[in-house]
């Protein structure tokens, strides 16, 4: 598998509309994105918000009723027949429920999109087993899917999807079947695909953990729109929508519980975000002895973010008026974001 | 036989239905099978939402099928004795039971068959289409296997079925053991010709759900 530069996705304006009776459902509302060659991209949203009509479009499984989408500058949608079969072969799917065939060994399933081109058995068998490795599955080619716990389906079909070497890869859910454990070997599989093969992913997930831990930008989406978009590392420390922090709410606590709110609300208490070196600074000690205050630690966590430490604080700061005021411009000099916890 | 004639059956009579029975119940069968899965595959195919999604072709064929069905098997027999002379060129026999019997059963197992395609779970098609399966392949490839156990219990229904019908088979003079049940077990009062040919029957039905049932437990698996 080589690194070229194939691998780019683009939606162009792409509306979908479901007819449902006389009236209809509205799927997406004009979305414009583009995903960069090599690039492992996120869509997350709630149910219903689109997310598996927009993947589902980059293969050409559903199409745009206006807009386009243009995987590798060709337009998808405008596809039939065999040359759509074609674009399809170009690129691999992976999905909640693996979708394996249960009647043919594992070997035969990730054999199965080759044998499909025409491959002969024994060179798409072999081809099967080269890949089975690759996933860690060596030793299940004989197996049945009914006999794989779900980790192992999943790669099962993570390995299927890579038997013809896409270019793009797309997971729908692909974790949402999983334990946590199992999940964070699914993602670490996922990555790895991309560090070596330079697979552009796209992914789609109701989890913002596996956004954080797999993708390098994440689109957020509500009600068939694309309402927020970044890096990874921007949208967590600053979620410009509601939705979004809710989203980074589920990883990073945000707030303090209304109870304790109640009794150190007011002036004084911030959330202070700090990204990677800033994480180090004794900044509290500073606080108490270099400017004067008293600081009440409330909360502090710290996660790993696309290779970024982000860590949080929410501290309450008591004092004179003036000092209090001197202690906000310290600390806006010195981290990376800093705000009122309001409720 | 017996000098004082204590039954009218002799083991000629019988082997000669019994070979008449299973030789329209084989050659039935296997055509109908074909013919059935074909039937099937256009309906699961043309059905709305389906790969080959075709309204025409699915209301015609569909209701083809539906107004065979509709047609209690004596019925078929003689409404289509034109059809079957055309194709066999004979209006009596062996051969003048089968083509009705094909064509009833092909009917009944295109039904079934639909069935059983709908049943493979719509995940299996979704990820045949996203690998960008041509219609035939998503067939042969990911819904016939697939759905092959619950095939072969369609099959076998029909089988049963089959044997049913093979006893109006004498309508149009074929034979076969329902029609030796009816002319010496019913109409000349020979009790041991009846008693011998439900036997028969019993065996034949138990015999063919056991194949079957067994065949499609292998099968769903593996
Ligand atoms: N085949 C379809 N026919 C009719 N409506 C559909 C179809 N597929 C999706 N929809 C509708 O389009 C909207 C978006 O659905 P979609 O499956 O893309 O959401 P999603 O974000 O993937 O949700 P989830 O997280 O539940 O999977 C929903 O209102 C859904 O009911
Ligand atoms: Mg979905």
Redo the contacts between chains.
């Keep these: 598998m080589s690194a070229d530069s194939a691998g780019l996705i683009e939606f162009d304006d792409v509306a979908k509309t479901y007819p449902r009776g006389a009236a209809e459902t509205v799927a997406l509302r004009g979305v414009r994105l583009r995903v960069e060659p090599g690039r492992v991209f996120g869509v997350i949203g709630y149910s219903g918000a689109g997310k598996s009509t927009l993947i589902r479009m980059v293969n050409g499984i559903e199409r745009p009723t206006s807009g386009r989408v243009l995987v590798d500058g060709i337009d998808i949608g405008g596809l039939r027949g065999r040359p759509l079969r074609d674009a399809q072969k170009r690129t691999g799917m992976i999905f909640q429920q693996f979708n394996l065939l249960e009647t043919v060994s594992v070997r035969d399933n990730v054999a199965m999109p080759l044998r499909l081109d025409g491959v002969s058995r024994a060179a798409a068998r072999a081809r099967a087993d080269e890949v089975l490795e690759f996933v860690g599955l060596s030793d299940k080619g004989d197996r049945h899917a009914a006999e794989l716990s779900g980790g192992q389906k999943q790669r099962v079909g993570i390995a299927r999807s890579l038997a013809r070497n896409p270019r793009v890869l797309l997971a729908d859910e692909a974790t949402s079947a999983l334990d946590p454990t199992t999940t964070a070997q699914i993602i670490e599989l996922l990555r790895s695909i991309n560090r070596e093969y330079g697979t552009t992913i796209l992914v789609v997930t109701h989890e913002m953990d596996v956004i954080k831990d797999l993708a390098d930008e994440v689109a957020v989406m509500a009600d068939g729109r694309v309402v927020e978009q970044g890096t990874v590392l921007d949208t967590f420390v600053r979620p410009r929508t509601a939705i979004a922090r809710d989203f980074v709410t589920t990883v990073v606590p945000q707030g303090l519980p209304d109870r304790v709110l109640a009794h150190v609300g007011g002036e004084g208490l911030w959330r202070l975000l700090l990204v990677d070196d800033e994480v180090t600074q004794p900044l509290v000690s500073d606080l108490i002895t270099g400017i004067g205050v008293s600081v009440n630690m409330l909360h502090a966590d710290m996660t790993e973010i696309q290779e970024h430490t982000v860590g949080q604080m929410i501290i309450k700061v008591t004092g004179e008026a003036d000092r209090v005021a001197a202690a906000r411009a310290f600390l806006a000099e010195r981290v990376e974001h800093l705000e009122d916890v309001v409720r | 036989m017996s000098e004082d004639r204590w039954t009218l059956l002799t083991p000629d009579l019988f082997f000669s239905a019994l070979g008449e029975t299973l030789q329209m119940l084989g050659v039935a069968l296997v055509l109908g099978s074909v013919l059935g899965v074909g039937i099937g595959a256009v309906l699961a195919l043309t059905r709305q939402g389906g790969v080959l999604e075709n309204r025409a072709a699915s209301v015609l064929l569909g209701g083809l099928v539906n107004l065979i069905r509709s047609l209690p098997f004596i019925i078929l027999l003689v409404a289509i004795l034109p059809f079957t002379r055309l194709l066999v060129g004979t209006s009596i026999g062996v051969w003048a039971a089968i083509v009705p019997l094909t064509v009833m059963i092909a009917a009944y197992i295109g039904r079934l068959v639909e069935n059983s395609l709908l049943e493979v779970?719509g995940?299996?098609v979704?990820?045949a289409?996203?690998?960008?399966?041509?219609p035939g392949?998503i067939l042969w490839?990911?819904l016939l296997?697939?759905a092959?156990g619950s095939l072969i219990l369609a099959v076998t229904i029909a089988a049963v079925g089959l044997i049913d019908a093979t006893a109006m088979a004498g309508t149009v003079g074929a034979g076969g053991i329902g029609d030796l049940a009816l002319s010496y077990g019913y109409q000349r009062y020979d009790g041991f010709a009846m008693a011998a040919t439900v036997v028969t029957l019993i065996v034949l039905v138990q015999g063919i759900q056991w194949v079957g049932t067994s065949a499609a437990r292998r099968?769903?698996?593996?």
């Design positions: 779970p995940g299996v979704e990820a289409r996203s690998m960008g399966a041509s392949q490839r990911f296997p697939e092959r099968f769903r698996r593996r």
